[in-house]
């Protein structure tokens, strides 16, 4: 089981997503943004959180352009399993692989502080290892993660099963508490919430092991 993680100018939670990867079972390769071309025996590849070019356009806009992300595009487009984790969330919305947008925080404040998640579905393999319904602890840590799709969307998300987890207590005025999302073929995970920041008693709390455990049984044993 093989994992990539994506290093842009201004990650932060790169060598993090890398540790949850290797302690549920992947070899990681790290992938530097401007190389063209994701190495083709990647099984997962993850979008970490951060400062992607200081936020710059928009958080994840230009993160959106570099090269490697074309190759990411590729990745999910053949059926390749991915995750982004807050600003990595934002690169895929900036990219369209997965829908809505991600706006300034309604108290236009930065908020860093672990939170209650609802888990919506556990018809994915990165939520297979929980209870539909269970709630989970997860830090959050941004400024721009204020989940936004138009009414219409929001209702397909519903009718489709597509929504990860929602808030409890929405820290940031996402549309429906709405804190993740996962794609059409349910291989792509986004969610401003950091399961990698809980995966060892140290860091507080465990409740993200399930997520990278799950998905790596799930490749192994496809
Ligand atoms: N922790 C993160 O990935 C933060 C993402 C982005 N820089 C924001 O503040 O919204």
Redesign the pocket.
């Known amino acids: 089981m093989k994992a990539g993680v994506i290093v842009f100018p201004?990650?932060?939670?790169d060598r993090d997503l890398a540790v949850a990867f290797e302690r549920a079972g992947a070899q990681v390769k790290m992938i530097w943004h401007k190389e063209t071309e994701l190495p083709d025996d990647l099984d997962i590849v993850g979008v970490?959180?951060?400062?992607?070019f200081g936020?710059y356009l928009r958080?994840?806009a230009i993160a959106a352009q570099s090269p490697i992300t074309r190759s990411l595009i590729k990745h999910t487009e053949r059926g390749g399993y991915a995750i982004g984790?807050?600003?990595?969330?934002?690169v895929l919305t900036e990219t369209g692989i997965l829908p809505g947008a991600?706006m300034r925080?309604a108290n236009l404040k930065?908020i860093c502080k672990p939170i209650d998640l609802k888990v919506e579905t556990t018809d994915c393999d990165f939520l297979s290892g929980y209870e539909k319904g269970q709630v989970i602890t997860v830090p959050?840590?941004?400024?721009?993660?204020n989940y936004n799709v138009t009414d219409e969307k929001l209702a397909q998300l519903r009718d489709e099963g597509r929504i990860a987890f929602t808030y409890l207590d929405n820290p940031n005025g996402s549309t429906g508490d709405i804190a993740g999302v996962i794609s059409k073929n349910r291989r792509v995970l986004g969610m401003?919430p950091?399961p990698e920041r809980c995966v060892d008693e140290k860091h507080g709390g465990t409740d993200g092991v399930a997520m990278f455990r799950s998905l790596v049984d799930s490749v192994v044993a496809a």
């Not at 201004?10 to 939670?13: Q, V």
């Not at 970490?48 to 992607?52: L, T």
């Open positions: 201004g990650s932060n939670c970490p959180g951060g400062f992607s936020d958080c994840g984790i807050c600003n990595g969330f934002q991600l925080n930065f959050i840590a941004h400024h721009d993660g401003m950091h």
